[in-house]
């Protein structure tokens, strides 16, 4: 496989490291997503590990005896003298980040399917032997079908030792990096993956990062803190999501267990969906994803699609339309003449 394999289309998107390419292979027809790696820019900027830690999990997902849909699959990889390429599957809908920001914020049920897409895909990761370690909302991909496909694992630890505690090493973005990975502590390696799983929830429904400061050093003081704030009129349980995953454990007072306050804890096996105090399943299982029990332990389901978690048909029913959240991007109105009245005096 080469370059000369290929038919070149756009480019579709391009960062300091990588330029994606939508490429058409000539003799299958299909389209696919080259990434392309510059060799001098590598090791001008000292992340060759990055590439092959990129390889290594993509192949070793290629590896599973099962495909999951919402994590990019390894095509084809090779290399020039100059370059390195991964083909790719091509999310021909972008990315989450710029669908949320174009919106302002995406509505409870959206944010409800596709942090429950995000969950069972990190999910398989961890049972694959992969730690992602860098996962934010522009790694987080759509398909023609709206479904999201993880991606960019240039920051990814892959190893059978999943369960086991190893000191942690300095990867990830600012605003979705946990505090482990901030104080290179030893730790569970799935836990910076949970961690940023309330991190991206919260960006769903906001648009920013619960973290979010003028810049990285401020932003990763936050983190260290535990400095966050959740809108009072944040809906309860995706809040309390929010909080078992963001490092806080409730606190009973008096007798009623309908009165607690909140403690912020730094450490990552308080968690949830961490272990061995938690579980993946108790994340699954948290009533933002299936409902309330009600006295008869039967969940309370809605009429509106996605105001529950189907596991079982998350990846076969259709995904929900994006709906603006609580908070909407203003529409500019360019048709006002009043915004160019200013401009008629000037003369040429």
Not at 60 to 84: I, M, N, Y
Not at 93 to 112: E, F, H, P, T, Y
Not at 224 to 250: G, W
Request: proline content about 5%; hydrophobic content about 40%; some cysteine.
């Amino acid at each position: 496989m080469s370059l000369a394999d290929f038919e070149l289309g756009e480019e579709v998107a391009w960062g300091s490291l990588a330029t994606i390419i939508d490429v058409t292979h000539k003799r299958n027809k299909k389209h696919y997503a080259l990434k392309v790696l510059n060799k001098d820019q590598l090791v001008k900027k000292k992340v060759i590990k990055s590439a092959h830690a990129e390889k290594d999990a993509l192949i070793a997902l290629g590896k599973q005896s099962v495909h999951h849909p919402g994590v990019v699959r390894l095509h084809f990889c090779f290399q020039d003298a100059a370059h390195l390429y991964f083909v790719l599957d091509l999310a021909t809908n972008g990315d989450l980040k710029s669908q949320v920001l174009n919106l302002g914020s995406i509505s409870l049920d959206c944010a409800r399917y596709y942090t429950a897409q995000l969950v069972d895909a990190v999910q398989f990761l961890h049972d694959s032997g992969i730690a992602h370690r860098d996962i934010k909302p522009e790694n987080i991909l759509l398909d023609s079908e709206m479904r999201i496909m993880l991606a960019d694992f240039g920051c990814a630890y892959t190893g059978k030792d999943l369960d086991t505690s190893r000191t942690n090493t300095f990867v990830g973005t600012a605003a979705y990096i946990s505090p482990e990975l901030l104080a290179r502590s030893d730790s569970n390696p799935r836990s910076p993956d949970i961690w940023a799983i309330g991190c991206v929830l919260y960006f769903f429904l906001y648009a920013t990062s619960p973290f979010m400061a003028a810049t990285d050093y401020l932003t990763m003081n936050r983190v260290r803190a535990l400095d966050y704030t959740i809108p009072e009129t944040c809906d309860a349980e995706a809040a309390d999501l929010i909080k078992k995953i963001l490092a806080s454990i409730a606190l009973h007072v008096g007798s009623s267990f309908s009165k607690y306050v909140w403690k912020q804890v730094l450490d990552p096996l308080k968690r949830l969906g961490v272990g061995p105090e938690s579980s993946p399943s108790d994340l699954r299982q948290h009533p933002f994803f299936v409902g309330h029990p009600t006295e008869s332990e039967e969940p309370v389901y809605s009429n509106r699609p996605w105001s529950v978690i189907d596991w079982e048909r998350l990846w076969l029913d259709p995904a929900p339309l994006l709906e603006v959240g609580t908070i909407s991007r203003p529409k500019l109105d360019y048709t006002n003449s009043g915004l160019w009245s200013g401009f008629d005096s000037v003369s040429n």
